[in-house]
């Protein structure tokens, strides 16, 4: 036990503990209100926080607004640039297409690659893939340009043997033409004169016949086996056949326009030029008969009466209406001594000589002239024909090399027959009293009408001092012929000849293909106007001009066929025409 001040004391700590709690309690009550000043301040901080947080984040968004409008107009610019290069582009495109196409498709091409090669890398399967098929084209491109190459090769060697061909085909017919006129027999013959002829024939396969166009008398017959005794297509030589029938069956006119038939030239220039459709339009009006009737009046289909044994009849177009007929001579066949005798009739008033060669010197000296018989055609419509052939010399088919000073009138021809081109030139000279009359007829590959009638030109030129012009204007006072001026000749001087050398390709009239052949377009006021009237037809609707079997080239064109896939190619083969 404690004693009694003992707990006195302890109850006055007791107490004073107790007052020190309360007043430490209200304290502490009184001093919770003082802590409001202290969180106010902080809230005010942090709205100054939030204020400066959101200025920042302000100025943040502003600078990026900033940042995109220069973006954007940054954008704006490229993009205007982007399209002037679009542009540029496009007019590159325009003015070259092929090249900027293909610069384009082998940009797109190689950017292509790039991301199948990007792609192909991360696959290996796909770039396995990618590498056997790059192995593939390269071996297919290898076929293709091996195959293009035996292709090549294929080719030349073809071309090579056409060439050996043909180079055997024209040596074999000048070896043959050589060899015949070692065999002709030259009694009675001129032998100046024929080597002459010989001289101007050359390195030429074919025939020549010299003979004095009003008595028959025959000065040189060179190579007569092709002469005389055989006999070739007349090509366009015909047309003169063609034009004495149509006028006088009064299809031609007296001007040489065709009856009813719109033409784009007179009978002058149509056998000046040969003009085909011409001879054909006319010819299928007066038909086969009459035209046969007129060439056996001028001597073909028959023997001449030449005192040579074995001489040829010839052969004529009985029962053929083809419209060729009449402009290119098909399935007629004459001698060169036949048209000798044909335009010396013409020339020198239609008497039909009957050609002999003087055995001896007794017929030398004192030859007689024998005549088969008169040709019953009024002479003005026998002669008509002779312009067209003073024209064919001087500016027409048979003008080059011509001198035209010796009066030479005649007409060409050029077509094929017997697998092979044939050249013809039928003449006389000087027209105004013919004294001589010479006959070409060439073949060969590279033969036309014009070379005949080079080489005529050559034995003319050999002739000239015998031949003496009387009246050179006869000719021009009797058929009223125009002189012809400076642009005329100009003209006729780049004027591409006619003749039948359209047998290369398809025939002018059934092709519908009438189209001036003058180049110089100054040429209005001396050539006819054209006048394309279509293809001959008849009325079943058929063309009456068509192709026959003695049209075909003695080579047809060789076709070589080649596979694109790059297989074996066929071998090379003739194709048949």
């Known amino acids: 036990m404690f004693p009694k001040n003992s707990c006195v004391g302890a109850a006055s700590i007791l107490f004073v503990l107790l007052l020190a709690s309360s007043f430490s309690v209200a304290q502490t009550k009184k001093a919770a209100p003082a802590k409001k000043p202290a969180t106010t301040t902080q809230a005010k901080q942090s709205k100054d ?21 220069a973006n954007a107009k940054t954008t704006t610019k490229a993009t205007k640039s982007n399209a002037k290069a679009t542009t540029a582009n496009k007019n590159a495109a325009k003015s070259t297409p092929k090249r900027a196409a293909k610069d384009i498709k082998t940009k797109l ?18 770039a396995a893939e990618s590498k056997k098929g790059a192995a593939e084209r390269r071996r297919l491109e290898k076929v293709r340009q091996a195959a293009a190459l035996a292709e090549r090769r294929r080719r030349e060697q073809a071309a090579r043997e056409a060439l050996a061909r043909r180079l055997a085909f ?38 020549v016949v010299v003979m004095e166009a009003q008595t028959g008398k025959v000065l040189t017959i060179v190579n007569q086996d092709w002469a005389i005794r055989d006999s070739i297509k007349p090509c366009s030589t015909i047309k003169l056949v063609t034009g004495v029938a149509g006028l006088n069956e009064g299809v031609i006119n007296k001007d040489g326009a065709i009856r009813d038939t719109p033409s784009r030239r007179d009978l002058d220039d149509a056998l000046a030029y040969s003009d085909n459709p011409y001879f054909q339009r006319a010819g299928l009006i007066f038909g086969n008969g009459k035209m046969i009737e007129y060439a056996r009046e001028l001597g073909l289909g028959q023997a001449t009466g030449l005192n040579v044994e074995g001489e040829t009849a010839g052969k004529l177009a009985i029962g053929n209406n083809n419209a060729r007929i009449y402009s290119h001579g098909d399935d007629f066949e004459v001698s060169t001594l036949q ?18 060669v003087p055995r001896n010197e007794i017929e030398k000296a004192r030859f007689q002239t024998f005549y088969r018989h ?41 077509c094929i027959s017997k697998g092979t081109w044939v050249g013809l030139f039928a003449s006389v000279a000087p027209i105004e009293d013919p004294k001589y009359s010479v006959v070409v007829i060439t073949r060969g590959q590279s033969e036309r009408g014009r070379h005949a009638a080079a080489v005529a030109s050559k034995i003319y030129s050999a002739l000239s001092r015998n031949i003496v012009r009387t009246d050179r204007n006869l000719a021009q006072t009797e058929f009223k012929l125009q002189p012809r001026n400076g642009t005329t000749m100009a003209v006729a001087a780049v004027a591409e000849e006619e003749d039948d050398e359209t047998e290369g390709r398809t025939d002018a009239v059934a092709a519908g293909d009438i189209g001036d052949s003058i180049k110089n377009p ?7 106007p054209v006048v394309n009237r279509g293809p001959i ?3 079943d609707g058929k063309k009456l001009v068509t192709k026959t079997g003695n049209s075909k080239p003695v080579f047809p064109p060789v076709v070589i066929t080649y596979d694109k896939d790059g297989k074996e190619a066929k071998k090379p083969g003739v194709k048949p025409e």
């Open 49 to 69: 926080a939030n204020k400066k947080s959101a200025a920042k984040a302000n100025a943040a968004a502003t600078k990026k607004t900033v940042d995109n409008k």
């Open 109 to 126: 091409s190689a950017k292509d690659r790039a991301i199948a090669d990007a792609k192909d890398k991360k696959n290996p399967k796909k």
């Open 170 to 207: 024209e040596r074999g017919l000048r070896t043959e033409t050589v060899s015949n006129i070692a065999k002709d027999n030259t009694e009675g013959e001129d032998l100046a004169i024929r080597a002459e002829a010989i001289k101007a024939l050359g390195s030429h396969a074919g025939s």
């Open 339 to 356: 048209l000798a005798v044909m335009v010396s009739a013409i020339t020198n008033g239609g008497r039909r000589v009957i050609p002999r």
């Open 374 to 414: 008169k040709i019953e055609l009024p002479r003005q419509n026998l002669r008509r024909v002779i312009p067209g052939m003073i024209g064919a010399a001087e500016y027409g088919t048979a003008r080059r090399d011509m001198d035209m000073s010796l009066g030479v009138a005649g007409k060409t021809g050029s």
């Open 522 to 528: 100054g040429s209005v006021d001396t050539i006819p």
């Open 537 to 539: 037809v008849r009325a």
